[in-house]
């Protein structure tokens, strides 16, 4: 793994928590992404080095509203920046890591995403996270 590539937050309502971010960074997000297939709404802040993303979840059964009716508003993950997804899952379930995607999917931000069962990881959800080459 290479370092943190993002820590993601689960909001109730990505537009108010958006107007929140906004002061408390001191600038506005730099883009939200919809992604049906996970259910969510996002929006990504640059803090330095670091980013942020605020997850609201689209439909009841995504994994964002569980989050919430489970635990409440707060950290949802912590994603991490791998440079070949495919053999880091591999290399983590020799290890005894349960990884909820056999594949990696399509997540925001033009990444290939993967996720680690919390009950493997001291109850951390965590997120492989591989930039999607450029075609061009
Ligand atoms: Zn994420």
Known sequence: MNKIEHIGIAVKNLEVSNELYTKLFGKPCYKTETVESEGVKTSFFKVGNNKIELLEAITEDSPI???IN????????????VTD????????KTEGFIVLNDKPKKGADNKLVAFLHPKTTNGVLIELCQEIPNKH
Do not use: N
């Open 85 to 92: 997804i495919e053999s880091e899952i591999a290399r983590l």
């Open 70 to 81: 489970k635990k409440g508003e707060g950290i949802h993950h912590i994603a991490f920046d």
């Open 65 to 67: 509203a569980k989050f």
